[in-house]
């Protein structure tokens, strides 16, 4: 007798592949995941799992990643069981599944539970971080020229409230070995450094920061290292405790694909005896007298995405995101016209390629390629655009967008 599984699989390799997704009868999104019997079609059923439709080519995940499925439905499902009895749910079942969430966030980057807070986003992480951090004047803050504004906002304030004085580095653009950028960054520390604050994965050019290494001459030093990993979770595996780190923030709508308004922080325990926040100060949990009422169905939808990215697994995202960028990189180099500024060895690239004009405007170009269905993101500094090469992305996509790229420029 035919079981339900090689039914399934006959049914796909026979043709379902070709229906849209909410069309296929009777498989639930993660059936379809595991019934997959390539790589090739595993991401094929990834992106029609996706909102986005179908003959549009996203690559700004940078900015926000869309969405699965699986995702909007179990928001939807529990707003709505939420909304059948708030008080009772919010602080029972629904609840409960918000600390779940914590767990998972735990899981993904290999750090425990009691150490992670769950916020609204990146920017919300790093603000708590910075207002917790007691400087004397004149001492200094290190960070990069490359920094998100969401990781120096809450550095400014702090610094213009205390008198510590922040100085930022110039990372080599691109940067062509992980030595060059260790030592770039070790070379600016004075015994006046007292918080080092870097991005894990780099907004503008995709680069991987070392921290481990870093962490090797900042832990002796008793400097805060301070990762801002927006870019970083659902596109590369995190482990903060061999990074070294002592705070890590990261939002949880980029490529974690989670519902909007979502993030974490990771806050070492040593960090936690120097400093704690206000939002702590009744205990790390996701209701706390000091946190308040938070938005229980989003935040279970945060546990969703993880559970759904797990599916995939972390590995082979991050493989597949490297593929889909090392193709869009030698793709890139056969035009004229631009600079790449994303470092091109191995170990300091993601799934993010940028690159910088040389004549015509950033903006221009990213609206005619809007006109055509193909999203990206400007970058304004640099007259740049960045390519997000999230694990739905094809090489076909890459390929119609350098099309059309290499007519615009
Ligand atoms: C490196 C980095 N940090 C912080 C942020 C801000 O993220 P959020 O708006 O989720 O706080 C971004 C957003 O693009 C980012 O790339």
């Known amino acids: 007798m035919t079981s339900r599984r090689q039914f399934i699989k006959r049914g796909i390799a026979s ?8 069309e296929i009868p009777a498989l639930s999104y993660e059936e379809q995941l595991k019934l997959a019997a390539s790589d ?3 991401f094929e059923l990834v992106r029609k799992q996706l909102h986005v439709p179908l003959d549009r080519i996203y690559l700004n995940t940078g900015s926000l990643g869309p969405s699965p499925i699986a995702v909007t439905d179990a928001v939807a499902n529990r707003m709505k069981q939420l909304e059948m009895n708030p008080a009772i749910e919010n602080w029972g079942e629904l609840g409960n599944e918000m600390e779940g969430v914590r767990e998972k966030v735990a899981v993904l980057i290999r750090a425990n539970k009691e150490d992670i807070v769950l916020t609204r986003n990146t920017t919300e992480g790093l603000s708590l971080i910075s207002q917790s951090l007691k400087l004397k004047k004149g001492e200094e803050i290190l960070t990069t020229t490359h920094e998100h504004g969401g990781g120096e906002v809450g550095l400014e304030y702090m610094a213009a409230k205390q008198g510590a004085v922040i100085k930022k580095i110039q990372i080599p653009t691109p940067a062509n070995s992980k030595e060059e950028v260790i030592e770039t960054v070790v070379a600016s520390i004075t015994s006046k450094t007292k918080v080092v604050m870097l991005s894990h994965v780099n907004t503008l050019t995709g680069l991987r920061m070392p921290f481990e ?7 002796p030093k008793g400097i805060i ?3 801002d990993g927006a870019q970083a979770p659902g596109l590369i595996d995190i482990d903060v405790k061999a990074m070294g780190v002592d705070a890590y923030a990261a939002s949880g709508h980029k490529w974690m694909m989670g519902p909007k308004e979502t993030g974490f922080v990771y806050w070492s325990k040593s960090l936690q005896e120097k400093i704690s926040p206000v939002f702590t100060s009744s205990g790390f949990s996701s209701y706390s007298a000091s946190s308040g009422t938070r938005n229980v169905a989003v935040i279970a939808g945060l546990g969703v995405a993880i559970d759904w990215l797990n599916l995939i697994g972390i590995h082979q995202i991050e493989k597949r995101c490297l593929e889909i960028r090392n193709h869009c990189l030698s793709r890139l180099k056969e035009l004229k016209g631009i600079t790449i500024i994303s470092p091109e060895v191995d170990s300091l690239s993601t799934g993010i390629v940028s690159f910088v004009l040389e004549k ?7 609206s005619e390629l809007g006109k055509q269905n193909i999203i ?6 640099y007259n740049g ?3 997000s090469c999230h694990m739905f992305v094809s090489k ?3 390929d119609q967008f350098i099309n059309a790229l290499s007519a615009l420029i």
Do not use: C, Q, S
């Open 40 to 42: 090739e079609e595993l």
């Open 225 to 227: 290292l301070i990762a």
């Open 360 to 366: 015509g405007e950033n903006k221009t170009v990213a």
């Open 385 to 387: 655009i960045r390519i």
């Open 15 to 22: 043709g379902l592949l070709a229906l849209p997704f909410t």
């Open 376 to 381: 990206v993101k400007v970058l304004p500094k």
């Open 213 to 219: 290494e870093i962490a090797k001459i900042t832990k």
């Open 396 to 398: 076909a996509d890459i």
